[in-house]
Structure formats: C-alpha cells, structure tokens
C-alpha cells in the first residue's frame, strides 16, 4: 500500500464526512463507512463490532465478510482477537492472525481466507464502544501510517456513535443514553431517591469531530493551549504559599499543560483531519487507555490531573463551561466523579440524592450527605459517562444501586417504596415525645449523630434526647487553612444553644485515613485505616488538640460540657489525652476563663484492644461509646470500603454480638455509662440486639430514630436474649434469621 500519511488520513476523513452526510439510516451509514474504509485502506475487509452488552460484541457491518453474518456473529470480551482488542483496549496488528494466541475462527463469516488483521478499539474517554477491523488476503503487517488513520477513523466513529448516528435495530445499534442502565456501587448513605440527573461537572459535546480547516483548526488548538497554560500558572500564583498538596496538583497540570509531546500529539491529530475539540479527546482517550494500565499508583492518579486538564481545555475550546444555561430540576440528584464537603454543601438540601464515581464510605463528602441525610452511592462506575442532565434516576442507597433511565417497573416499584417510607414516617411522628420505652419496661436512651449546624433542628423534629456524637472535623475540612480558636468556640457556642439544654457531645478531630485536612501534609500509608489518624495525629501533633479543647472550654461559658476523644487504642493514649484536657483547664483558670460546671470526659471504643484495657482505665473514663463502624471492621479483619469482604460478616453475628456483651460487662462492673454509635444503631433490627445485650443508648442519623423507637417499643429485650442465646448454643453462625422468625411471630 503507498504511504498514506497526513494527506491520505485528511482524504479519508473527508470521504468519511460525506458518506455520514444526508438523513440515511444507521445501519446504511455504517455499510458505506466499511465499503470507504477498506477501499482507503486497500484491504480486502473491513468490519465493525459494535457492544451489545458490557459483555458482547457483536458485527455490525462489513466490507467482505460473509452479509448473512451481520448481527448474527457474537463474541465475548475477549474472545477472538476482536475480543482482545475490546477488553485490553489495545490494538493487535499482525500479519498472520492464525498464530497468534487467542485466534478463533468464526466459519460464519468466511474469514479463513484473510491473513493480516489489524483491530483497533473505538473510545472515548476511555470508554471501549466497539472494534474497528480490517483484514487482508496477503500477508502484511500495517505500517505506522495506516494504524494511526485507522485509529483517527475510529475516533470519529466513537464520536459519531456517542451522537447517535448508528442507530437502527438490535441491542447494539441502540442509542446511547436513551436505555436503562443499572449500576452497582458502595452504600454511603442509607436513603432512596428518585429524581433528574443533575450534573456537577457538565460533558463536553464535540458536535463535529472533522475538520473543515486543518490550519484554522491547529490556531485555534494552539489558541486554547495557551490560554489553558496562562490560567494554569495564574492558580499556581494564587496558591502560592498554601497547600503543599494542592501545590503538587497544580504543578502536574502545569507539567501535563507545557508537555511538547503533549501539544505535539493533539496537533498531529488536527493535521490527520480531525478539528481541535476531536484531537483533545483523542489523546484523552489515549493517555486514559496507557495510565489504566500502569500498576504504579502515582502514575495512575495522574490520570485525573490529566482528564482534569483536558476538561477545561475543551470547555475553552467550546465555550461549555459548568454555566451551560440548563435549568437545575426541581428534583436534582447530583452525578459527580467526585467531590468536595464545601461544594457539596454549596447544593445544600436541594439534593435528593448524590452518586460518585469514586468516594469512600468515610469521606468528606459521605460525612456531608449524611448530615443532610441524603442518599449516597459511590463507586458508581461509568456514571459520569452514562449519565446526561434531565435523565431520570432512581438511587436506592441501601442497595448501592442506581437505576439511571429506569423502566416503567422500577419506577413504581421506587414510588410505592417511597410512599411506604413516608407513611412510616408518619406513624413515627405520633411517638416522636415519648420514650423509647421496651414491652419489658426498659428504656433506651436514643441520641442522633450530627456534624453541622444545620444538622441542630432535626434534634426536636427527630425526638432525640441529645446529639451522641457531633463530629468537629467538618469545619477543618471545609476550610482552605485552619480555623481560629475563636472561631471554633463561637460555632461550638452556637451548636450548645441550639440544643436547648440538651446534651450534645463533642468528637475531638477525628483526621487522617481518607480524612486529610486541605492543608495538611498528607502522609503516605500503606493502610491508612490503620494508621497515623484521630488521637494518634492528636497527641503527636497537641497543638491543634489543644486549640480545641480550649475552644471547646470558652464555648462552654460556665455551663455543661461533655468531650470524646476518637480512636483510643489504649489505656496510655487516653491518660495522655485527658492530661491535655486538664492543662486546657488550667490554662482557661489562669485566664481568668468560666469552667464547665459539669465536665465529662469520655473516649470511643473503636478497636478490639480497648476492651481489654486495664479495670483503671474503666473506672477513670467518665462515659464510653462503641464506635461501631471502626469496631466491627477490625473485629472481623475486613475493610468496609472493600466490596470483597464487607458483605461477609454480620453485625449479628454470634461472635461480635457476644464481644459487645463482654463490653457491657465490664462498663456494669464499673458503672461506666456506655453507648453504641455507628450505622448500625440505626438499623432497627440490629438495634434491638444490641439492646438485648445490654446496651441503654444508641446513637444514630436523625431519620432512623422514629423507625428504631418503633421497633423497641414493640418488643421484649428479655425474649430477644433468649432467641438470641438459643442461636448461640445452637452454633449458628448469625442470629439474624432466628431474630427474623421471632419478630414475624
């Protein structure tokens, strides 16, 4: 074949353009689009599969193949050498195909003639639409040339499908964006939703990938380039001074933006044919499908730097920037592929729900959905990419599941579980001021969780007797640098009026793990959960520990306080802790400062160590409380953000439930006031055992009080403990099912 370069890639495209051209039907363009392609490229075939399914390819058209095979040849990712190419995202060149591992025959397309093959995917932005294939009789391997206008070809092609213009009949020709998808990701807010896609970070549409003016089309690349690079330095000037991290992801968008090879790819793409939005993407495509291979996590995190980039220099490019003139529903669920605290906050309770694509169950932006008890879902793969604003979304956030463009089924089946939901919550109401008192005459003590003031007002409208654990990082992390100690002790003032007289205790910053403060050096663990975080980062680190004891004693102003210290491990981490909250003390007498007329001083059960500490350091704490998140996952040596191993161990669960007795036990033999705080206080099954075992107070999300009280005053704390100690000489593993069996009853 002659040498076809830029010239021949430009010829093609525009052969391309025209055979796209006219109101033809999908199936008529993508017949004429193979015949070009091999004509252009002098082979004997050339075929295009397109994803049926995440699973399957199937052909969709071809040039020289056998016609019968046309929707009726299927393949499974990675299968065949098509297959390979679908799932790697890699191209296969090879002059004899035969040979290579993984060739399988289809005698359905009279394939066995052609020798040569070369397959390259059709992306973009990374995400694998389909195989672009051709083949000849000779044996050749393609030069250089030919697999970069092939790659170009299959560029358009990606474009043109994202914008529908290969629709016609069969699961594979379907259009993009128009059917339902359900996605599987991580609970991290309990709640469901439904409502219209709302899209923090609105998709660029590139509406014409072929250039008109290959040279106008480089000025204006190189236009946008430069004024990218300009913004870029700008940011880097305003941060200057500030957040090392921060710094670091500037500086690897200044090094991506000032990257020769970089510029130098994007302008070689406009040269081929293509116009400047169409030859970002591209490379995007491209450097996407070299990062996701690389094993080095550095490496692969400078993915976002570089997606991040390529964003903002199409939004030049377009003049699509976030204010695209499209109206916020009334009913917004947020789609992000991430995002943080003070943005999220920025939405504010407009929200019905939020899902990520990326995000932890502990994050900054979990923490805030749950203080505006909105759905969370994360991990929520291809959402950004699946996803258009206005789409209908149902998000069941106690599943981990979205059902984006859900069918008419889904739909009434979220209606009627939302109907259900607020017909439940009305029963609540009617019990909303009384207590939650057992059929046997206990009473449990029911506090909420909270980490905003905004948070306060669900105190009366929830009917919690107090907040049980009020989580103070948040307003470190919604900050660019540290908060005074003024500031603290006024907010902290503010949260202790709002209660009304009502207990309110206060978490010590609780950072580190997934929690690093904006301006915080972050440190590098290989198990971070398990690292230097909360007290650990406390007492290496008392300054800020200190700061805020000392707000925390001003906001107090003569009244009630009560303080938590997070993570406590062992009896000397809480000695040293309490030794700093006695010279917050002193230094506040010597100021001349008002004392806490009452002050207790209690510390989080969140490792199994802790309940085996010495009998001196249960009869010092003034009160403990069972962080049950942390606890449960080091008890059973299994990550929650870990989708392998989280669903595999039970809350109910024998062994767990009888620790948590062993712990009561030792708070009886003490007088130790002890409480139970985490999701699964909130859950009414899994708080009625705990209960059972001697628990007296839970702490939970506002929305779950009504439900949990509901239960508890319906039951005997005395018959569960029996069908629980029958479960445990029995030898079952979980006493969740006989739990089940008793309440039916």
Same mark, same amino acid.
């Given at each position: 074949?002659?040498?076809?370069?830029?010239?021949? &890639?430009?010829?093609?495209?525009?052969?391309?353009?025209?055979?796209?051209?006219?109101?033809?039907?999908?199936?008529?363009?993508?017949?004429?689009?193979?015949?070009?392609?091999?004509?252009?490229?002098?082979?004997?075939?050339?075929?295009?599969? @397109?994803?049926?399914?995440?699973?399957?390819?199937?052909?969709?058209?071809?040039?020289?193949?056998?016609?019968?095979?046309?929707?009726?040849?299927?393949?499974?990712?990675?299968?065949?050498?098509?297959?390979?190419?679908?799932?790697?995202?890699?191209?296969?060149?090879?002059?004899?195909?035969?040979?290579?591992?993984?060739?399988?025959?289809?005698?359905?397309?009279?394939?066995?003639?052609?020798? &040569?093959?070369?397959?390259?995917?059709?992306?973009?932005?990374?995400?694998?639409?389909?195989?672009?294939?051709?083949? &000849?009789?000779?044996?050749?391997?393609?030069?250089?040339?030919?697999?970069?206008?092939?790659?170009?070809?299959?560029?358009? @092609?990606?474009?043109?499908?994202?914008?529908?213009?290969?629709?016609?009949?069969?699961?594979?020709?379907?259009?993009?964006?128009?059917?339902?998808?359900?996605?599987?990701?991580?609970?991290?807010?309990?709640?469901?939703?439904?409502?219209?896609?709302?899209?923090?970070?609105?998709?660029?549409?590139?509406?014409?990938?072929?250039?008109?003016?290959? *040279?106008?089309?480089?000025?204006?690349?190189?236009?946008?380039?430069?004024?990218?690079?300009?913004?870029? *330095?700008?940011?880097?000037?305003?941060?200057?001074?500030?957040?090392?991290?921060?710094?670091?992801?500037?500086?690897?968008?200044?090094?991506?933006?000032?990257?020769?090879?970089? @510029?130098?790819?994007?302008?070689?793409?406009?040269?081929?044919?293509?116009?400047?939005?169409?030859?970002?993407?591209?490379?995007? &495509?491209?450097?996407?499908?070299?990062?996701?291979?690389?094993?080095?996590?550095?490496?692969?995190?400078?993915?976002?730097?570089?997606?991040?980039?390529?964003?903002?220099? +199409?939004?030049?490019?377009?003049?699509?920037?976030?204010?695209?003139?499209?109206?916020?529903?009334?009913?917004?669920?947020?789609?992000?592929?991430?995002?943080?605290?003070?943005?999220?906050?920025?939405?504010?309770?407009?929200?019905?729900?939020?899902?990520?694509?990326?995000?932890?169950?502990?994050?900054?932006?979990?923490?805030?959905?749950?203080?505006?008890?909105?759905?969370?879902?994360?991990?929520?793969?291809?959402?950004?990419?699946?996803?258009?604003?206005?789409?209908?979304?149902?998000?069941?956030?106690?599943?981990?599941?979205?059902?984006?463009?859900?069918?008419?089924?889904?739909?009434?089946?979220?209606?009627?579980?939302?109907?259900?939901?607020?017909?439940?919550?009305? $029963?609540?109401?009617?019990?909303?001021?009384?207590?939650?008192?057992?059929?046997?005459?206990?009473?449990?003590?029911?506090?909420?969780?909270?980490? @905003?003031?905004?948070?306060?007002?669900?105190?009366?409208?929830?009917?919690?007797?107090?907040?049980?654990?009020?989580?103070?990082?948040?307003?470190?992390?919604?900050?660019?640098?540290?908060?005074?100690?003024?500031?603290?002790?006024?907010?902290?003032?503010?949260?202790?009026?709002?209660?009304?007289?009502?207990?309110?205790?206060?978490?010590?910053?609780?950072?580190?793990?997934?929690?690093?403060?904006?301006?915080?050096?972050?440190?590098?663990?290989?198990?971070?959960?398990?690292?230097?975080?909360?007290?650990?980062?406390?007492?290496?680190?008392?300054?800020?520990?200190?700061?805020?004891?000392?707000?925390?004693?001003?906001?107090?102003?003569?009244?009630?306080?009560?303080?938590?210290?997070?993570?406590?491990?062992?009896?000397?981490?809480?000695?040293?802790?309490?030794?700093?909250?006695?010279?917050? +003390?002193?230094?506040?007498?010597?100021?001349?400062?008002?004392?806490?007329?009452?002050?207790?001083?209690?510390?989080?059960?969140?490792?199994?160590?802790?309940?085996?500490?010495?009998?001196?350091?249960?009869?010092?704490?003034?009160?403990?409380?069972?962080?049950?998140?942390?606890?449960?996952?080091?008890?059973?040596?299994?990550?929650?953000?870990?989708?392998?191993?989280?669903?595999?161990?039970?809350?109910?669960?024998?062994?767990?439930?009888?620790?948590?007795?062993?712990?009561?036990?030792?708070?009886?033999?003490?007088?130790?006031?002890?409480?139970?705080?985490?999701?699964?206080?909130?859950?009414?099954?899994?708080?009625?055992?705990?209960?059972?075992?001697?628990?007296? +107070?839970?702490?939970?999300?506002?929305?779950?009080?009504?439900?949990?009280?509901?239960? +508890?005053?319906?039951?005997?704390?005395?018959?569960?403990?029996?069908?629980?100690?029958?479960? $445990?000489?029995?030898?079952?593993?979980?006493?969740?099912?006989?739990?089940?069996?008793?309440?039916?009853?």
């Amino acid at each position: 074949m002659p040498d076809r370069g830029e010239s021949e &890639s430009r010829k093609l495209l525009r052969r391309l353009r025209e055979a796209m051209a006219g109101e033809s039907a999908g199936q008529e363009r993508l017949d004429r689009i193979t015949t070009l392609i091999a004509e252009s490229m002098g082979t004997e075939v050339c075929s295009i599969y @397109l994803f049926r399914d995440r699973e399957t390819l199937e052909l969709c058209a071809t040039e020289g193949l056998k016609p019968e095979a046309v929707h009726q040849t299927r393949l499974r990712l990675g299968e065949g050498l098509v297959g390979r190419v679908g799932r790697s995202g890699r191209i296969i060149n090879t002059e004899n195909a035969p040979a290579l591992p993984g060739f399988r025959y289809m005698p359905e397309t009279g394939e066995e003639a052609y020798t &040569s093959f070369l397959g390259v995917p059709i992306q973009r932005l990374g995400e694998t639409l389909g195989v672009l294939v051709v083949q &000849s009789r000779e044996p050749r391997g393609f030069t250089a040339d030919e697999v970069y206008a092939l790659e170009v070809v299959a560029m358009v @092609l990606a474009e043109m499908a994202e914008l529908g213009a290969f629709v016609g009949e069969g699961a594979a020709m379907t259009a993009r964006h128009q059917q339902p998808v359900t996605l599987r990701g991580t609970i991290g807010q309990e709640g469901v939703a439904m409502g219209h896609v709302w899209l923090h970070e609105p998709r660029v549409v590139v509406a014409n990938p072929i250039a008109d003016d290959p *040279d106008r089309e480089a000025e204006r690349l190189r236009e946008a380039v430069d004024r990218l690079r300009v913004g870029v *330095d700008r940011m880097l000037d305003g941060a200057a001074g500030g957040d090392a991290e921060q710094l670091q992801v500037l500086e690897a968008y200044r090094m991506f933006a000032n990257s020769p090879g970089w @510029l130098r790819r994007m302008e070689e793409s406009v040269a081929s044919g293509l116009s400047a939005e169409a030859a970002v993407e591209k490379e995007q &495509s491209s450097a996407r499908a070299r990062l996701t291979q690389v094993s080095d996590h550095y490496l692969r995190d400078r993915l976002h730097d570089l997606d991040d980039l390529s964003n903002r220099l +199409l939004r030049l490019l377009t003049g699509q920037g976030k204010e695209t003139g499209a109206q916020m529903p009334a009913d917004p669920i947020l789609i992000a592929r991430n995002i943080g605290p003070a943005e999220l906050l920025d939405y504010g309770r407009a929200l019905r729900g939020v899902v990520l694509e990326e995000g932890s169950v502990g994050s900054h932006a979990a923490i805030v959905a749950r203080a505006l008890a909105i759905p969370l879902v994360i991990h929520a793969e291809r959402i950004t990419t699946e996803a258009l604003n206005g789409d209908p979304i149902a998000v069941d956030g106690e599943q981990g599941i979205v059902h984006l463009r859900p069918d008419d089924s889904i739909a009434a089946a979220f209606r009627d579980k939302i109907a259900m939901q607020a017909e439940a919550q009305e $029963r609540y109401a009617s019990i909303r001021d009384k207590p939650a008192e057992t059929l046997c005459g206990t009473t449990i003590g029911m506090h909420m969780n909270a980490g @905003l003031m905004a948070d306060l007002p669900s105190l009366a409208g929830s009917g919690a007797e107090g907040v049980g654990l009020f989580r103070t990082e948040l307003q470190f992390l919604l900050r660019n640098k540290m908060p005074r100690r003024s500031e603290l002790s006024a907010l902290y003032a503010r949260i202790m009026q709002a209660a009304q007289g009502k207990r309110v205790v206060f978490r010590t910053l609780d950072i580190g793990s997934d929690k690093v403060l904006p301006y915080m050096t972050a440190v590098d663990e290989p198990n971070p959960a398990l690292g230097w975080r909360a007290i650990r980062v406390g007492l290496d680190k008392p300054g800020v520990l200190r700061m805020q004891l000392q707000a925390l004693v001003r906001a107090a102003n003569g009244g009630p306080l009560s303080v938590m210290f997070p993570f406590i491990a062992q009896y000397e981490e809480y000695v040293a802790a309490r030794a700093e909250m006695d010279k917050a +003390l002193a230094r506040e007498r010597i100021l001349g400062h008002p004392l806490p007329s009452s002050l207790d001083v209690g510390a989080m059960l969140e490792t199994p160590s802790l309940a085996f500490a010495p009998r001196r350091f249960f009869e010092e704490v003034e009160f403990l409380s069972i962080g049950g998140n942390d606890l449960k996952q080091f008890f059973f040596a299994a990550d929650r953000e870990n989708e392998l191993v989280r669903r595999r161990y039970d809350t109910l669960n024998v062994s767990f439930l009888t620790f948590i007795e062993q712990i009561v036990r030792r708070c009886e033999e003490t007088g130790t006031p002890l409480s139970f705080c985490g999701e699964d206080a909130g859950r009414p099954v899994e708080a009625l055992c705990l209960a059972a075992m001697g628990i007296r +107070l839970l702490s939970m999300r506002p929305a779950s009080i009504g439900p949990v009280k509901h239960l +508890l005053r319906r039951a005997h704390l005395g018959e569960v403990r029996t069908v629980i100690e029958g479960a $445990r000489e029995r030898g079952e593993q979980s006493v969740r099912a006989a739990v089940m069996e008793y309440l039916k009853r």
